[in-house]
C-alpha cells in the first residue's frame, strides 16, 4: 500500500479498540518471568564465552599469549583477530567488532574465551596475556574544538544575515552550553546465544532492528544474509544501543563455530558502557537577538560533537532549524576526531541534548525581556518551516500544550524574581521547556493470517523494547478485522518473517502498526470477495463480516484453509509538503536545600501534542519513562573520561548515576486531542522520545526560579550551585 495522499476516513477512526487503554498483552509473561530474553534461549549443549577488551584506547597488539587461557579448565575454542578468518564491518558500525592487531577504542573486544561453563571462561579470559604498543589519543572534545571539521550529516545553514541582525538587535544573549558523554544504562545486557546448522547461523540477540542488523551480522561474517537468522521476541530496553550490532552477536557467532556448538555470550556492565555505544557529549553556543517586544529576529545554535573516525555527529542543532520563528539563522556542526568508545542513538539523538542547550536560552533571553518565559515561546510560534515558509507544518499545537500545562501546574503561583520562595530550608522554583521531536516513518510489512476458528495471527519482525508493541499491534488488527483483543496473536522480532521499521526514532509504533493495516486491508479484501461481498460494502464487527442483510461469520472465509496474506505501508513525498513533529510543553517544581545543595524534583507534568494515541496506558508509561530519564540527564548522568587514557571510568551502575524511585515525584502526561492525517493511516505519531525531549532544561529552569544560580553545565550537581546559593535564613 501506498501512503501518498492524506488519511480518509477509516476502520480505524472506529476507535473501538484502537485509542483505549488496554493492559499489555506480553505483561503476565514479564512479571511471571515466562518472557524469554536473549540469553535465556535453551540451545542444547550451549557452551559460554566471555569477551576480553582492549586494556588501551588507541594503538597496536604486539603480542597475545593464549596459552595459559588454552590450558584452563573446560576451555573449548578462543577466538582472536589471529584466527576468526577475514571480517568485514556492518553499514551501522563505526569501528570493527573484533579488534586486532589495531585497536580503535578502550574495550574494543580482542578476545573471546569458549568454555564448558560461564565462570570457566570467565576465569580463562583473566588468563589471556596481551601486549600493547599505545599510541596517542584523543579524549577531550574542549581540546578538539578548534579542529573540528564541518558534518556531511548536517550542512551549515543560513538565511537572512544573521551576523548583521544580531549585532543590531536591542536585546541579545550569547551563552555556551555543556552536555556530558551519557550511557544508555538498559537493564538487560547485550547479549546473544549462537547456533550453526550446517552453514545457517540463528542468533537469538538483543536488538532493536532485525532487518540492519541480519545485514550486517552477514556483511561482517561474509555470508549470505539468507544464511542468517535474527530472533529477538523479548527485549529488555534498548534506548537506541541496540539498534545496532555488537561484539556479543559477533563473537557469539565465531565462537560457536570454533566450538562447534551453541554459545551464549552477554556483555559484562563495563563493556556495555565502553564496547557498545553512547550519548557524545556536546559543546552548544547559542546566540538569540531579538526586539524589546520579544521577537525573534537572529537566531544561531552552533554545535560541536566527538566521534571514532568515519563516525557522526550528535546532532543537536536540528530542534531550532523548526521550533522557533526568526528570519536570520544560522545552524552549524563540527564534528571532532575522538578516540573515545562509539557514539551513537540514544534516546532523542540530536533533539534531548539540543533542546538541554536551548530551552535554557530561551529562559535567559525571557529574562533580559522583563518577559514571562511562556509567553516568549508563544510569542515566537511558527506555523511554517522557519527555512521554507510554504512548507507548513501538518499538525502545530505547542501554544496547546505550554497554555493548557501551565494552567494545569498553576503557572500563575510561579514567582518571576528567583530565590523567592521558601519552604523551611528548602528553595523552590517551578521550570518550563518546550519539547519538539520530528515524527519520522519508515516502511514496514506484515504478515495476517485468518484460521477458520476466525483467530487473526499477525507476523512482523519489529521488536517490543519494552514499548509495548504487541498489544498496539493486536489492537490494530482487531480494530480492523472486528474481533476482539483476544481473538489476536502477535509473532515479533524474527527475520523470518516480513520486514517492519523496527524500534527506533520515535518511528516504530506509527509505522509498524500502519504496516499492519496495510495487511489487514489486503485480507479484508481478500476474506470480503471470499464470501461473495464488495469489499467497499463489508462491515467487519463483532466477529462477522455484514453486507446489507447478510452477516457471516469471519473465520467461514478460511473454511478451507487458513488464508494467508500480507502487504506493506510505503510512504510517498508527504513529508516534502508538510513539517511533520510532535511538540509538547514540559513543567518541573523542583527544590534546592538552602545549606547542602540537594536539589528534590517536587513535580512534572508533561502536555504532549503527537497525533493518534493508540494506546493511553502504554503511551503515559513511555512519556513517564523518558521524564524520568531526562531527570537523570538533568541531575546526576555523566560518564567520567578519563582524559589521559580515553576510556570511561564510572563504566557500571554504581558509578554512573541513575534515578531510583525516591528521586522521582508524581508525573503527570496529557494527551492532546489529536489526529494527524498526513503522518500515516493510522493518524498517529511517536511519543517515546517526545517525553525526553526538553525536559531536562525544565529541571535546570526550575532550579534557576528556585535559587538564582544558572549552570550551563550538565548534569546540574550541588557542587555547581553550593558556593552561590542565597544566603541562609534563619527559620
Not at 94 to 118: D, W
Not at 705 to 727: F, H, S
Request: aromatic residues 6%.
Amino acid at each position: 500500500m501506498k501512503f501518498d495522499t492524506p488519511a480518509g476516513t477509516n476502520p480505524i477512526d472506529q476507535l473501538k479498540v484502537i485509542g483505549k487503554p488496554f493492559d499489555r498483552i506480553d505483561g503476565p509473561r514479564k512479571t511471571t518471568g515466562t518472557a524469554p530474553y536473549a540469553y535465556e534461549h535453551r540451545a542444547p549443549n550451549a557452551a559460554y564465552g566471555h569477551v576480553v577488551g582492549a586494556a588501551i584506547a588507541k594503538g597496536r597488539i604486539t603480542s597475545i599469549d593464549l596459552s595459559a587461557a588454552k590450558g584452563a579448565p573446560g576451555v573449548l575454542a578462543i577466538v582472536t583477530a589471529d584466527n576468526a578468518g577475514k571480517l568485514g564491518k556492518g553499514n551501522f558500525n563505526t569501528a570493527r567488532l573484533l579488534g586486532g592487531p589495531e585497536i580503535e577504542h578502550y574495550h574494543q573486544a580482542v578476545a573471546l574465551v569458549v568454555a564448558e561453563t560461564f565462570e570457566q571462561a570467565r576465569a580463562a579470559g583473566a588468563l589471556v596475556r596481551v601486549d600493547y604498543a599505545r599510541g596517542k589519543g584523543a579524549f577531550d572534545l574542549a581540546a578538539e574544538r578548534d579542529g573540528a571539521k564541518p558534518s556531511k550529516d548536517q550542512p551549515d545553514i543560513k538565511v537572512g544575515d544573521f551576523a548583521a541582525a544580531f549585532a543590531a538587535a536591542p536585546v541579545t544573549l550569547d551563552a555556551t552550553y555543556h552536555t556530558p558523554d551519557q550511557a544508555h544504562a538498559m537493564m538487560e545486557p547485550h547479549a546473544t546465544v549462537a547456533a550453526w546448522e550446517g552453514d545457517q547461523l540463528t542468533l537469538w540477540t538483543a536488538n532493536q532492528m532485525i532487518d540492519w542488523s541480519r545485514g550486517d551480522v552477514a556483511k561482517t561474517l561474509g555470508i549470505p544474509r539468507e544464511k542468517v537468522r535474527l530472533i529477538s521476541p523479548y527485549i529488555g530496553g534498548g534506548f537506541g544501543g541496540k539498534l545496532f550490532v555488537r561484539a556479543d552477536a559477533i563473537l557469539a557467532a565465531l565462537g560457536a563455530k570454533a566450538a562447534g556448538r551453541p554459545v551464549k555470550v552477554a556483555l559484562p556492565r563495563p563493556l556495555m558502557f565502553n564496547n557498545t555505544t553512547h550519548r557524545p557529549a556536546t559543546i552548544q553556543r547559542i546566540r538569540i537577538g531579538a526586539t524589546r517586544e520579544g521577537k525573534i529576529t537572529a537566531i544561531g545554535h552552533e554545535n560541536w560533537s566527538g566521534d571514532l573516525p568515519g563516525g557522526g555527529i550528535e546532532n543537536a542543532v536540528q530542534q531550532t532549524r523548526l521550533l522557533y520563528a526568526g528570519p536570520n539563522r544560522l545552524i552549524t556542526a563540527r564534528l571532532a576526531v575522538l578516540d573515545l568508545p562509539e557514539g551513537n542513538a540514544m534516546r532523542a539523538p540530536g533533539e534531548a541534548p539540543g533542546l538541554m542547550a536551548l530551552e535554557i536560552a530561551m529562559d535567559e533571553m525571557a529574562e533580559k525581556l522583563g518577559m514571562d518565559p511562556i509567553e516568549f515561546r508563544i510569542r515566537n510560534d511558527t506555523q511554517v518551516d522557519p527555512e521554507k515558509p510554504e512548507r507548513r507544518f501538518s499538525q502545530r499545537q505547542l501554544i496547546e500544550c505550554l497554555r493548557l500545562g501551565a494552567d494545569r501546574f498553576g503557572w500563575s503561583k510561579r514567582s518571576a524574581t528567583p530565590a523567592a520562595v521558601r519552604d523551611g530550608a528548602w528553595l523552590v522554583g517551578m521550570g518550563v521547556a518546550a519539547g519538539f521531536r520530528n515524527n519520522l516513518v519508515m516502511k514496514s510489512a506484515a504478515r495476517i493470517r485468518l484460521s477458520p476458528a476466525g483467530r487473526v495471527t499477525v507476523e512482523t519482525d519489529m521488536t517490543d523494547i519494552g514499548t509495548g508493541t504487541y498489544t498496539i499491534i493486536a489492537q490494530t488488527a482487531a480494530e480492523m478485522m472486528g474481533v476482539p483483543l483476544t481473538s489476536v496473536e502477535v509473532k515479533l522480532g524474527d527475520s523470518s518473517f516480513p520486514v517492519s521499521a523496527g524500534s527506533g526514532g520515535q518511528w516504530g509504533a506509527n509505522s509498524a502498526t500502519a504496516g499492519v493495516y496495510a495487511a489487514c486491508v489486503k485480507l479484508r479484501e481478500t476474506v470480503a470477495q471470499k464470501l461473495g461481498f464488495n469489499s467497499a460494502d463489508a462491515v467487519f464487527a463483532g466477529g462477522k463480516v455484514r453486507s446489507g442483510n447478510r452477516s457471516v461469520p469471519l473465520g467461514k472465509a478460511a473454511a478451507r484453509g487458513e488464508i494467508v496474506v500480507e502487504d506493506q505501508i510505503e510512504f510517498g513525498d508527504l513529508a516534502k509538503k508538510y513539517q511533520q513533529s510532535t511538540f509538547a510543553g514540559h513543567f518541573v517544581e523542583a527544590a534546592v536545600h538552602n545549606y547542602t545543595g540537594e536539589i528534590r524534583i517536587r513535580r512534572m507534568l508533561a502536555v504532549c501534542a503527537a497525533g493518534r494515541i493508540l494506546n493511553p496506558k502504554s503511551a503515559r508509561s513511555q512519556v513517564i519513562g523518558a521524564m524520568t530519564m531526562a531527570a537523570g540527564a538533568a541531575l546526576m548522568e555523566e560518564l567520567a573520561v578519563d582524559k589521559r587514557f580515553g576510556f570511561f571510568v564510572n563504566h557500571d551502575l554504581a558509578g554512573y548515576e541513575v534515578p531510583v524511585h525516591a528521586d522521582i515525584p508524581h508525573q503527570e502526561v496529557i494527551f492532546l486531542d489529536e489526529v494527524d492525517p498526513v503522518s500515516s493511516p493510522m493518524k498517529a505519531k511517536g511519543v517515546g522520545e517526545l517525553g525526553i525531549c526538553g525536559v531536562a532544561a525544565a529541571v535546570a529552569n526550575a532550579v534557576y526560579n528556585a535559587t538564582g544560580v544558572r549552570v550551563r553545565d550538565y548534569p546540574v550537581t550541588l557542587d555547581k550551585l553550593l558556593e552561590r546559593l542565597p544566603t541562609p535564613q534563619d527559620r
